[in-house]
T-cell receptor, first 115, second 120 residues
Framework: GESVGLHLPTLSVQEGDNSIINCAYS??????FIWYKQESGKGPQFIID?????DKRQGQRVTVLLNKTVKHLSLQIAATQPGDSAVYFC??????????????FGGGTRVLVKP | DTEVTQTPKHLVMGMTNKKSLKCEQH?????MYWYKQKAKKPPELMFV???????INESVPSRFSPECPNSSLLNLHLHALQPEDSALYLC???????????????????FGAGTRLSVL
């Protein structure tokens, strides 16, 4: 289940089950969204991305869903494995023509996979 | 190869010291970024370099001074830091330097492992 408090929200999931991580974003001008995975002692690692004119994109064992009406993004991980234990961040991108891209990260969700 | 290399991995410095963090990528990326990450928090953008020019400065204090000597290197010069500046400093790069490309892959930011900085 999920717990929210002073620490990172945590999702505990049984190995082999599917995981769903949710994210709310705030900026209507965001044109691109990315999910990152961050393991302890490492930098964020790209998982999957989606453009704002899409509502679903699938990768290997992962699916990202985008609902622009309610500004909601989700990451689904199929058949969760112990190696999936990490903190997951969604990030929204706003592009500035001359200045480049500005990525704003959500608060993060810790996923703990139980054997 | 999607590697962004950051040195040093760990740095301890006093409030009067001057030090530099280094970041290197050889993917031909034209945009490079500095982020600051406190424990249990998401990364926060500090600076964006696009085609070797500073394009975004997120109101970062002047005790942090970025430098982009060439398209592969990004430095962050530190001077007179405060204990609250202790954090993980992350460097990232992306292929696209301007706007969101129609090719999704060009927008992906690839991160280094970070430099863990402690200010005493």
């Amino acid at each position: 289940g999920e717990s929210v408090g002073l620490h990172l929200p945590t999702l505990s999931v049984q190995e082999g089950d599917n995981s769903i991580i949710n994210c709310a974003y705030s900026n209507s001008a965001s044109d691109y969204f990315i999910w990152y995975k961050q393991e302890s002692g490492k930098g964020p690692q790209f998982i999957i991305d989606i453009r704002s004119n899409m509502d679903k994109r699938q990768g290997q064992r992962v699916t990202v869903l985008l609902n622009k009406t309610v500004k909601h993004l989700s990451l689904q991980i199929a058949a969760t494995q112990p190696g999936d234990s990490a903190v997951y961040f969604c990030a929204e991108n706003v592009s500035f023509k001359a200045a480049g891209n500005k990525l704003t990260f959500g608060g993060g969700t810790r996923v703990l996979v139980k054997p | 190869d999607t590697e962004v290399t950051q040195t040093p991995k760990h740095l301890v410095m006093g409030m009067t010291n001057k030090k530099s963090l280094k970041c290197e990528q050889h993917m031909g990326h034209r945009a490079m970024y500095w982020y600051k990450q406190k424990a249990k928090k998401p990364p926060e953008l500090m600076f964006v370099y696009s085609y070797e020019k500073l394009s975004i400065n997120e109101s970062v204090p002047s005790r942090f001074s970025p430098e982009c000597p060439n398209s592969s290197l990004l430095n962050l010069h530190l001077h007179a830091l405060q204990p609250e500046d202790s954090a993980l400093y992350l460097c990232a790069s992306s292929q696209s330097g301007q706007g969101t490309s129609l090719t999704l892959a060009k927008n992906i930011q690839y991160f280094g492992a970070g430099t863990r900085l402690s200010v005493l």
